[in-house]
């Protein structure tokens, strides 16, 4: 899927890591929510309340996810999921587009 309709984007933008990582969250009909946002090269640790998931649109990191000491390589195209209440690493090591959604 390409687009998502009928939905409402909410206008203030999430910024985090000096500027770094920015999203904005997308409103579905059906009250669920994802973030819409980009990634540049740098070293981030995230925190989950819920579950996610992270799709990766576009460009390369390496992730450490809950659990496993060794980091996993993905590129565009590929996704991840990250279990609630945990945190995460990335190495963004190519801008990186991406959707984050809550499960």
Do not use: Q, W
Request: one cysteine or more; a negative charge.
């Amino acid at each position: 899927m390409s687009e998502f309709n009928n939905v409402s984007v909410v206008k203030e933008a999430n910024i985090y890591f000096e500027g770094k990582v920015t999203s904005r969250t997308v409103i579905f009909p059906d009250g669920s929510r994802k973030t819409l946002g980009l990634m540049l090269p740098g070293e981030y640790t995230f925190n989950t309340g819920s579950a996610e998931l992270m799709e990766i649109l576009s460009g390369e990191m390496t992730v450490v996810l809950p659990g496993s000491p060794d980091p996993v390589a993905i590129k565009g195209g590929e996704a991840f999921e990250v279990p609630e209440n945990s945190s995460f690493k990335v190495n963004v090591t190519a801008v990186s587009d991406y959707i984050c959604s809550f499960l």
